[in-house]
């Protein structure tokens, strides 16, 4: 009967969960990893950029290495093309990781740039309004 059909799950399902699991055992390096393969599967999908995204946020907390640009930016892309609220906040954490990054390279301007995003998203972001103010 119809009711008894159940979506199997896709390749790009299992790895997610894998990276799901990874993630929240706080192993970032190898949830990274099952993510980029749900990356390279469905390269189209803002799924894997979010979870790497987020992986990277904890991999380099301080934006010193920038691992997480490429994926804060493809997530971005995908994400403003076909915005819908569910993505605000991840998308406002894409955006802080990158002024982060750009305030540890002293580029000033760009984090600038990227913390005024933040502000078209949420003119009420506390965090956001305080860096923006100590930029010169």
């Known amino acids: 009967e119809e009711y008894y059909k159940f979506k199997k799950p896709g390749f790009s399902d299992l ?14 390096v190898r949830a990274d990893s099952a993510f980029a ?16 995204s ?6 380099d907390p301080d934006g010193k ?13 995908l994400a403003m093309a076909k915005y819908e609220p569910k993505y605000k906040s991840d998308v406002i954490d ?10 540890m390279s002293k580029d000033n301007t ?4 990227n913390l005024k995003k933040v ?5 009420n972001d506390a965090d956001a309004k305080s860096v923006l103010s100590k930029l010169k």
């Open 15 to 28: 790895v997610n969960n894998l990276g799901l699991q990874y993630y929240n055992a706080k192993d970032f």
């Open 37 to 52: 393969r749900v990356v390279a599967y469905k390269p189209e999908d803002l799924i894997g950029y979010k979870w790497r």
């Open 54 to 59: 987020k992986c990277n946020y904890n991999i």
């Open 65 to 77: 290495l920038g691992t997480g640009v490429p994926f804060c930016t493809k997530y971005i892309e």
């Open 94 to 103: 894409a955006y802080k990781y990158l002024a982060k990054v750009a305030i």
């Open 110 to 113: 760009k984090a600038k740039d």
């Open 119 to 123: 502000l078209e998203l949420e003119p």
